[in-house]
């Protein structure tokens, strides 16, 4: 079956850093745009980055863009998302996600704290 765990979140300051993994099984990784969804405490689940498959094609949310990369690793099955000079509004519970013939999929989540 499908699975996609993530790990990586914690506690940093404000302009710190973190790469989040996600490690996938259960599907043909390579074949398939992965990406990187976050939700903050009474928001809406947004977002973050896309990869593509075997073209590693990537997009951002403008939130993210020139602050976090979004790459994959096709022969570890894992996903990545690196993320600098973080700021006190990118705390959030970060997830990955796929779709598989119509149906998506969902880690657990890994959650991220920008706090001094």
């Known amino acids: 079956q499908v699975q996609l765990v993530e790990s990586g979140g914690g506690l940093v300051q404000p302009g710190g850093s973190l790469r989040l993994s996600c490690a996938a099984s259960?599907?043909?990784?390579?074949?398939?745009?992965m990406s990187w969804y976050r939700q903050a405490p009474g928001k809406e689940r947004e977002l973050v980055a896309t990869i593509t498959g075997y073209g590693g094609i990537t997009n951002y949310a403008d939130s993210g863009k020139g602050r976090f990369t979004i790459s994959r690793d096709n022969a570890k099955n894992t996903l990545y998302l690196q993320m600098n000079s973080l700021k006190p509004e990118d705390t959030a519970m970060y997830y990955c996600y796929t779709q598989i013939a119509g149906r998506g999929y969902w880690g657990q989540g890994t959650q991220v704290t920008i706090s001094s």
């Open positions: 259960g599907f043909t990784f390579s074949g398939y745009t």
